[in-house]
């Protein structure tokens, strides 16, 4: 008897926990209902994907989408537009907004605002603060919440942690993973005058590899001493890279493309403060430490890290110059370009954006392509050789670090919950984004 479903993605060569070969994928109400041969199957449409991959969808855990109150940079539906025209189909978007996601309030907004308006799926992290630390636990387990972010280094208004006793007071406030941006807020003051000389190529010396190392060595042992396992974004420096490869027990961590693809002291001389971030751009050593944690299997995700700005805010001189650049939309070119080159392989790519998200933080349904999970797809041609340039480019503040370079390997379909979101460089189904479940908070 021949069996229906909504939809078959047909002949791509299908990248999942079975391996790499060519398959079909049916899909009936938005999760994942064959794989494999379905000839013998129906459905009201096809898509054909001859010559393309088919991967689980591409989650990244850690973007800025900045609404509210900085939607001149960035809001939800353009930040997501980028995500999905990217290949993202979800995302977990950070607290420091005006005001924070400080209270169940600001984090009930922020999913209300994002329902049915987003074109990938979401979920937020609650900012914390020492005023609320006593109610983490209560709001890392509300809808929509992705857990707890907390800042030890400069962040927006009240975000910032940076006392041991008050660090110590967040960990102990809840049990979900806690995402965490390491850097040492005493160091960067008493080294303040370095950036003030005025040279962005300063930006690595004022917040140098120690100041990372020193907080992450603080974060350990106030974790241990709490029993939390934390997760730390955005990791920069080789020294993390063991400290953090002999603490896998309770810790997780993330590096992001940029960190992984250009090196100072070459990204500003060519692009100024255009390649200012937190934690920075750092010497090609670095650079490369990055990789090796990732071949020797330590790294457990890649986040993208989008923080945009506006040109005329990143061409202030620096330091009045802000920290942070675009990224959710370049991820998937720029890692599918680091395969092609041969710095990783493709199941690799995958572990690191879907398989391992869903096993950091528990995603329900999601980060596997799977019978049963949800049916987020990213599809990509490995051969196609395109360049980054701002026709594409969807995000509100218009520029990337990478415009102008020519990558291989594209992301050609983007598919949330089975709905084809973006086809070949258009918006095809709009504004269908939930907010992602989590195992811990069922």
Same mark, same amino acid.
């Given at each position: 008897m021949t069996k229906s479903c909504d939809l078959i993605i047909k002949g791509g060569t299908i990248v999942n926990h079975d391996g790499i070969g060519l398959g079909d994928v049916a899909i009936t109400n938005g999760r994942i209902a064959a794989i494999g041969d379905v000839g013998g199957w129906s459905a009201a449409e096809t898509v054909d994907a001859r010559g393309l991959h088919i991967l689980p969808g591409v989650i990244d855990s850690q973007v800025h989408f900045r609404e509210p109150g900085l939607e001149h940079k960035e809001d939800l539906e353009s930040g997501s537009r980028a995500a999905v025209m990217g290949g993202v189909t979800a995302v977990f978007e950070m607290p420091n907004t005006k005001p924070p996601t400080t209270t169940a309030a600001l984090l009930a907004d922020k999913v209300s605002r994002a329902t049915g308006r987003m074109h990938c799926d979401f979920a /937020?992290?609650?900012?914390?603060?020492?005023?609320?630390?006593?109610?983490?636990?209560?709001?890392?387990?509300?809808?929509? @919440?992705?857990?707890?972010?907390? /800042?030890?280094?400069? &962040?927006?208004?009240?975000?910032?942690?940076?006392?041991? +006793?008050?660090?110590? $007071?967040?960990?102990? &406030?809840g049990r979900r993973r806690i995402a965490v941006h390491s850097e040492d807020e005493t160091r960067m003051r008493e080294r303040k005058a370095i950036a003030d000389r005025g040279d962005v190529h300063d930006h690595p010396n004022w917040r140098d590899a120690t100041t990372a190392v020193t907080a992450t060595n603080r974060?350990?042992?106030?974790? $241990? @001493? @709490? +029993?939390?396992?934390?997760?730390?974004?955005?990791?920069?420096? @080789?020294?993390?890279?063991d400290i953090l490869g002999a603490n896998k027990d309770i810790a997780t961590f993330e590096v992001t493309p940029q960190h992984l693809t250009i090196a100072a002291p070459d990204c500003y001389d060519h692009l100024g403060t255009l390649a200012q971030m937190n934690p920075p751009i750092r010497a090609d050593e670095h650079r490369q430490a990055l990789w090796a944690g990732i071949r020797a299997g330590i790294v457990d995700v890649l986040g993208s890290d989008h923080a945009p700005h506006t040109i005329a805010e990143k061409e202030a001189a620096y330091p009045g110059s802000p920290s942070g650049m675009p990224g959710v939309q370049t991820l998937v070119p720029l890692m599918l370009n680091h395969v092609h080159n041969g710095n990783l392989t493709l199941q690799r790519f995958v572990d690191l954006t879907s398989h391992g998200p869903n096993r950091v933080f528990g995603m329900a349904g999601k980060g596997r392509l799977a019978v049963g999970y949800d049916a987020d797809l990213t599809i990509v041609d490995l051969?196609? #050789?395109?360049?980054?340039? &701002? &026709?594409?480019? #969807?995000?509100?503040? +218009?520029?990337s670090p990478f415009e102008g370079d020519t990558v291989i390997g594209w992301p050609i379909g983007t598919f949330v919950r089975g709905h084809k979101v973006m086809w070949d460089g258009s918006l095809v189904t709009p504004s269908r984004g939930q907010a992602v479940r989590f195992q811990e908070t069922l």
């Amino acid at each position: 008897m021949t069996k229906s479903c909504d939809l078959i993605i047909k002949g791509g060569t299908i990248v999942n926990h079975d391996g790499i070969g060519l398959g079909d994928v049916a899909i009936t109400n938005g999760r994942i209902a064959a794989i494999g041969d379905v000839g013998g199957w129906s459905a009201a449409e096809t898509v054909d994907a001859r010559g393309l991959h088919i991967l689980p969808g591409v989650i990244d855990s850690q973007v800025h989408f900045r609404e509210p109150g900085l939607e001149h940079k960035e809001d939800l539906e353009s930040g997501s537009r980028a995500a999905v025209m990217g290949g993202v189909t979800a995302v977990f978007e950070m607290p420091n907004t005006k005001p924070p996601t400080t209270t169940a309030a600001l984090l009930a907004d922020k999913v209300s605002r994002a329902t049915g308006r987003m074109h990938c799926d979401f979920a /937020f992290y609650v900012g914390a603060t020492p005023d609320n630390a006593d109610d983490l636990g209560a709001m890392e387990i509300l809808p929509g @919440a992705s857990g707890v972010k907390m /800042f030890m280094g400069s &962040s927006t208004g009240n975000l910032l942690v940076e006392r041991d +006793g008050d660090v110590a $007071r967040v960990l102990a &406030s809840g049990r979900r993973r806690i995402a965490v941006h390491s850097e040492d807020e005493t160091r960067m003051r008493e080294r303040k005058a370095i950036a003030d000389r005025g040279d962005v190529h300063d930006h690595p010396n004022w917040r140098d590899a120690t100041t990372a190392v020193t907080a992450t060595n603080r974060l350990l042992k106030l974790a $241990r @001493a @709490a +029993g939390r396992r934390i997760h730390v974004l955005h990791v920069t420096t @080789a020294e993390e890279i063991d400290i953090l490869g002999a603490n896998k027990d309770i810790a997780t961590f993330e590096v992001t493309p940029q960190h992984l693809t250009i090196a100072a002291p070459d990204c500003y001389d060519h692009l100024g403060t255009l390649a200012q971030m937190n934690p920075p751009i750092r010497a090609d050593e670095h650079r490369q430490a990055l990789w090796a944690g990732i071949r020797a299997g330590i790294v457990d995700v890649l986040g993208s890290d989008h923080a945009p700005h506006t040109i005329a805010e990143k061409e202030a001189a620096y330091p009045g110059s802000p920290s942070g650049m675009p990224g959710v939309q370049t991820l998937v070119p720029l890692m599918l370009n680091h395969v092609h080159n041969g710095n990783l392989t493709l199941q690799r790519f995958v572990d690191l954006t879907s398989h391992g998200p869903n096993r950091v933080f528990g995603m329900a349904g999601k980060g596997r392509l799977a019978v049963g999970y949800d049916a987020d797809l990213t599809i990509v041609d490995l051969r196609a #050789q395109r360049r980054i340039d &701002s &026709s594409w480019l #969807q995000s509100r503040c +218009g520029w990337s670090p990478f415009e102008g370079d020519t990558v291989i390997g594209w992301p050609i379909g983007t598919f949330v919950r089975g709905h084809k979101v973006m086809w070949d460089g258009s918006l095809v189904t709009p504004s269908r984004g939930q907010a992602v479940r989590f195992q811990e908070t069922l």
